[in-house]
């Protein structure tokens, strides 16, 4: 059992409370999952020129200040750093694989969460309100983001086991239930050099939409194709740097309920986090289909 959350703005005045807004939601899951929590949030994207990258150290003692001047004489171009206790955003003018395998290469305990140039990245082990404290998500702003809060079921509470998880650029998704073959994805994409970081049933669900994006395919028409491949009980709620969509599936056990108003679409697993939004008692409030893709874009 886990808790989701998803918040979309559409009036812009209301980009700068974001976070502000978000917090209670992800707060109002607590019970559904107390051992980690995490965050992606989209904000205006970056110029063409530059990409960013999410980076967790964990409990490794990171001097940022050092890191960044090693990373400006290795490499050239812009590079700039934006920390958060043991987060830190990295916005760069070099190729974002370059810069992935600098920091692999010299400095391997640093994880790098998300790579996008709209994209951010935060999730740590820890009940959701200390997760929110530590890392000042009521100060978030942006357009969008997608949020969750686990209960481990079936791997390891760590920070690489929470959600959300990402592939490729300015792509996440977060998980509520359990998939019956993950292993048979696995083995689907490892041979088209997808690689794995961990054992979760979400990370392959992660991948094998990621990789139907990169092979032309919409987002809606990607989890389309999901129905066929992905065995088990779940609601998937996925973010790209435009986009946000939701899909339960054929069964829908796994709750889900959106309002949508003139001003946001907002998604939790129960209503209890949409409680305090903003007119939310005459919003259009709807538990979603099973097997139905609904998307809303910025």
Same mark, same amino acid.
Request: with cysteine; charged share 20%.
């Given at each position: 059992?886990?808790?989701?959350?998803?918040?979309?703005?559409?009036?812009?005045?209301?980009?700068?409370?974001?976070?502000? %807004? /978000?917090?209670?939601? /992800?707060?109002?899951?607590?019970?559904?999952?107390?051992?980690?929590?995490?965050?992606?949030?989209?904000?205006?994207?970056?110029? @063409?020129?530059?990409?960013?990258?999410?980076?967790?150290?964990?409990?490794?003692?990171?001097?940022?200040?050092?890191?960044?001047?090693?990373?400006?004489?290795?490499?050239?171009?812009?590079?700039?750093?934006?920390?958060?206790?043991?987060? *830190?955003?990295?916005?760069?003018?070099?190729?974002?694989?370059?810069?992935?395998?600098?920091?692999?290469?010299?400095?391997?305990?640093?994880?790098?969460?998300?790579?996008?140039?709209?994209? @951010?990245?935060?999730?740590?082990?820890?009940?959701?309100?200390?997760?929110?404290?530590?890392?000042?998500?009521?100060?978030?702003?942006?357009?969008?983001?997608?949020?969750?809060?686990? /209960? *481990?079921?079936?791997?390891?509470?760590?920070?690489?086991?929470?959600?959300? !998880?990402?592939?490729?650029?300015? !792509?996440?998704?977060?998980?509520?239930?359990? %998939?019956?073959?993950?292993?048979?994805?696995?083995?689907?994409?490892?041979?088209?050099?997808?690689? =794995?970081?961990?054992?979760?049933?979400?990370?392959?669900?992660?991948?094998? !939409?990621?990789?139907?994006?990169?092979?032309?395919?919409?987002?809606?028409?990607?989890?389309?194709?999901? =129905?066929?491949?992905?065995?088990? !009980?779940?609601? =998937?709620? /996925?973010?790209?740097?435009?986009?946000?969509?939701?899909?339960?599936?054929? =069964?829908?056990?796994?709750?889900?309920?959106?309002?949508?108003?003139? @001003?946001?679409?907002?998604?939790?697993?129960?209503?209890?986090?949409? *409680?305090?939004?903003?007119?939310?008692? @005459? *919003?259009?409030?709807?538990?979603?289909?099973?097997?139905?893709?609904?998307?809303?874009?910025?």
């Amino acid at each position: 059992m886990c808790g989701i959350v998803g918040l979309l703005l559409k009036n812009p005045s209301l980009r700068p409370r974001l976070g502000e %807004l /978000m917090v209670p939601m /992800m707060i109002g899951m607590t019970e559904r999952g107390p051992d980690s929590a995490g965050l992606a949030v989209f904000t205006e994207p970056v110029a @063409d020129s530059l990409c960013k990258l999410s980076l967790y150290a964990g409990a490794a003692e990171i001097d940022w200040d050092k890191l960044l001047g090693r990373l400006r004489a290795a490499l050239n171009g812009e590079h700039s750093l934006k920390v958060t206790a043991n987060h *830190a955003v990295l916005t760069s003018s070099e190729n974002p694989d370059d810069v992935e395998a600098w920091i692999a290469a010299h400095t391997p305990e640093l994880t790098v969460l998300c790579v996008g140039r709209a994209i @951010d990245l935060y999730k740590d082990i820890g009940a959701p309100s200390e997760v929110a404290q530590r890392y000042g998500f009521a100060q978030l702003q942006g357009t969008h983001l997608v949020g969750h809060t686990r /209960m *481990a079921t079936e791997s390891a509470v760590t920070p690489a086991h929470a959600h959300p !998880f990402t592939a490729g650029q300015d !792509f996440c998704l977060v998980h509520n239930g359990s %998939l019956s073959n993950p292993y048979m994805v696995r083995r689907k994409l490892e041979p088209l050099n997808i690689a =794995f970081e961990t054992d979760n049933d979400t990370e392959a669900a992660c991948r094998y !939409f990621e990789w139907r994006l990169r092979e032309g395919d919409s987002l809606k028409a990607a989890v389309q194709r999901g =129905f066929e491949e992905l065995d088990g !009980f779940y609601t =998937f709620l /996925m973010g790209t740097d435009t986009e946000l969509a939701l899909v339960r599936d054929a =069964f829908a056990c796994k709750p889900a309920i959106v309002a949508e108003t003139d @001003d946001y679409v907002a998604v939790a697993s129960e209503f209890r986090s949409l *409680a305090h939004l903003p007119r939310v008692h @005459d *919003a259009h409030l709807f538990e979603p289909k099973p097997q139905e893709v609904y998307s809303w874009h910025i």
